[in-house]
């Protein structure tokens, strides 16, 4: 497992984004005029200390007191453990997650994270919370389940910039694990897609940053494959083999497989009856 991070670079006055390696996952800095906050923490304690020691060379007189976490997937929690001194945030989902499902030691081994540093982040909220970096308000927001059911959005409003943690991703689309909710999905986003302006950044938790049309286009697009989801679900059509190689469908084949899987198993544990479908439209 080779560990990286690339220098934090601006993406707005005083916003910065750098990317860490193994999981190419971008982390976010925010430097206010008396306080600066980190998004996410990277994929290990080593890691989210060589964060933080990045950021701080970036802030310069300005101390770094908090980080936000977005979510409890390793690439953005595991870090936490390295943040000394800082005060984290999180939904409070978030630590429901890992009280109920500890990560699986294979992944911890190939990380070298030991089971104890991956903790919770020392502060939680339900909906929102803000922080005042000084001349800079920050909002940290839950705006529904999606990608998980605790992702949290940093909106930056004074700065344009808004962090979406993996509610988006800017290359290939986004991912649906086992914890996602698809059906939810273009409906939580539709709070954040309120907030933005048209020369809004949007900075997902992976991939380059996001213009307002793109976050709108993506949204269309999770919209657009929660429909496929309905439709394979009512004709009781399996997964694979769905997808097709012709420009039809917006993401790449594994993105595509993992929300219809995700999206089917929901509409079955709902126990959302089938629809009858016209033979003209099978
Ligand atoms: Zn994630």
Known sequence: ????????????????????EPATVTVGLVVGDEAALLIDAGSSPAQGAEILAAARRVAGDVPVTHAVITHAHFDHLFGLAGLAGVETIGHRGLAATLAAKRPPAEQLAELGVADADVVAPTRSFSLATTLDLGGCYVEIVH??????????????????????GDLLESEGGPWAG??????????TLDGMLGTLGSGSVVVPGHGAPMSREDAFQQRAELAWYGGKAEELYDA??????????????????????????????RLAEAGRPKRRTLPLLT
């Open 236 to 265: 009781n059509k399996p997964v694979v083999g769905a997808w097709t190689d012709g420009g039809e469908w917006p993401w790449p084949q594994g993105q595509s497989e993992a929300f219809l899987t995700t999206a089917m198993r």
């Open 178 to 187: 086992e914890d996602a909710w698809p059906a939810e999905w273009p409906k």
């Open 1 to 20: 497992m080779t560990f990286a991070l690339t220098p934090f670079s601006p993406v707005a006055d005083r916003v910065y984004t750098a990317v860490a």
């Open 143 to 164: 705006f529904g389940r999606g990608h998980t059911d605790h992702d949290v959005v940093v909106l930056v409003p004074g700065r344009g910039v808004v962090f979406v």
